[in-house]
């Protein structure tokens, strides 16, 4: 089977610093890759240049066509700012070009509002969340979109343990249905959902 999501050689500078050199991978449909490594190793770097956010200095990145690609970033100050609430920013992940968000994209939002244990919280802005709720809730706006790629940047490290059984609970779900995902990761447990680990630094 072909992958989803390759790269071939990948490297990265930062202006003049390498940051990653010589990252070859493959990730399949149904298939879960677990970047693993120390702070600093270049894990966020290259889950970046999956999605396509930066572009590599040397290689290539190669995605299937028409794949569409979630990304959870691991730096995401910025939406504070924005006045959305729970409910609005999860259904942001089902909003496609010139498309109205229908009964089915509602339904699908308010399910994963439910499983991330966010239905309460549904009409809170961003900035009045603790930590783990708004983290809870950018997963939420991630695994809700329709992707055959879930590219996810420590998914869970600001999670307490029943919150981090349903994010596990809902990727394998993903994956059983066929998509293909990428997640970087500190902890040995999460890592060893994946079926490859890939290990920087
Ligand atoms: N925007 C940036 N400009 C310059 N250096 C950066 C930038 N972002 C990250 N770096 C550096 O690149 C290296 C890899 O960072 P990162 O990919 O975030 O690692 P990780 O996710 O494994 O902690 C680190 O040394 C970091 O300091
Ligand atoms: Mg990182």
């Known amino acids: 089977m072909s992958a989803v999501v390759s790269t071939e050689g990948v490297g990265f500078r930062y202006g003049g610093v390498p940051v990653l050199s010589g990252v070859t991978l493959g990730v ?7 970047v693993t490594g120390p702070n600093g190793s270049g894990k966020s770097t290259l ?66 509002l439910d499983r991330l244990g966010l239905a309460d919280l549904a009409g809170r802005r961003l900035r009045e969340l603790s930590g783990g709720q708004r983290q809870r809730t950018l997963l939420a706006q991630a695994l809700v979109q ?18 981090r059984q349903r994010v596990h609970e809902l990727l394998a779900e993903r994956r059983a249905a066929g998509a293909a995902m990428v997640l970087a990761s500190h902890d ?10 890939l290990t920087l630094g």
């Open 146 to 163: 329709d992707a055959e790629v879930y590219v996810l940047d420590e998914p869970t490290a600001a999670l307490d343990a029943a919150s």
């Open 188 to 197: 040995a447990a999460e890592s060893a959902l994946a079926d490859e680990l």
């Open 28 to 34: 399949e449909a149904g298939s879960m890759l677990a």
């Open 47 to 112: 889950l970046h240049l999956l999605a396509g956010v930066e572009s590599p200095t040397e290689g290539r990145v190669r995605r299937a066509g028409g794949a569409r690609l979630s990304l959870l970033p691991q730096r995401t100050s910025d939406i504070d700012a924005l006045p959305l609430t729970v409910a609005e920013c999860v259904r942001i992940g089902r909003f496609r070009p010139l498309r109205r968000l229908g009964r089915a994209d509602r339904l699908a939002a308010d399910t994963m």
